[in-house]
């Protein structure tokens, strides 16, 4: 099991308000809003964490760079995927990837 995996059954393991500190304390290292691709609907729909809350619904559509790859979160987790604004967090990009 790795960081991630880890990470993903220890959350789960608390109550909801323990999970929304977890998050809260996530977003707070997040690098979305330096991304190239992060734009005004974003920052004004307050979208983060796109890593574990999964791809823009509303905002993202077009990539224009990616930095996830530098960001805290992705180190500290240890995610192997990245553009998760565009293509989903990173639980719903491993199992895309086991499945294909």
Known sequence: MDAFEQWLNMSWEKNAKE?????????????????PSYNRCAREHNELLYCITGKSMLCISEDAGCTCRKCPVTRDLGLLYHDFCMKGGEAAQRYEHEVH
Do not use: A, D, V
């Open 19 to 35: 999970r929304r500190q977890i998050t809260l304390e996530k977003r707070q290292s997040c690098l979305c809003p330096g991304c």
